[in-house]
């Protein structure tokens, strides 16, 4: 996968965990994967925009190795890639695809669930930014 998201500072002491298939060889889940949540405490992939943030993979998720449960990061400042928006420092940003983050509007916002965290500073369609992620 591409795109995973990078670690500025880890701003949490004890990382949260997750329940993740323990799929099939050969459908490894990359460190820093944007993952969406699917279930009670469990996690997959995002692939798309509207989906629940449920934290960022903190190690890869081997297929096939019998491990079923990850630790998340859902706190600290990452480099995160935008979709073809734009955004402003201190906005609001959600999953918007296979680990990619797009401007929250006022539903999301609503549902909060949908929101990553604030923009720390301004982004232009397919860069990367800084994302305080765990900020609403």
């Known amino acids: 996968m591409a795109n995973e998201a ?8 004890r990382l949260p965990e997750v329940t993740m298939a323990d799929g099939a060889s050969g459908t490894d889940i990359e460190k820093g ?6 279930d009670a405490n469990t996690g997959s992939a995002s692939s798309a925009d509207g989906q629940f943030f449920a934290g960022i993979l903190a190690s890869e998720n081997v297929g096939a190795d019998g491990q079923t449960r990850y630790a ?3 706190k600290g400042i990452f480099d995160l890639k ?9 906005e609001p940003v959600k999953i918007a ?6 401007l929250a509007d006022d539903d999301t916002i609503e549902n909060s669930r949908e929101v990553v965290g604030v923009a720390l500073q301004d982004g232009a369609a397919n860069e990367v930014i800084e994302v305080m992620v765990g900020e609403r």
């Open 72 to 74: 998340v990061w859902t």
């Open 33 to 38: 994967t944007i993952l969406q949540l699917t």
């Open 6 to 13: 990078i670690l500025i500072q880890q701003l949490q002491d």
């Open 82 to 90: 935008l979709t073809d928006a734009t955004v402003a420092a201190g």
């Open 97 to 102: 695809g296979a680990n990619l983050v797009a």
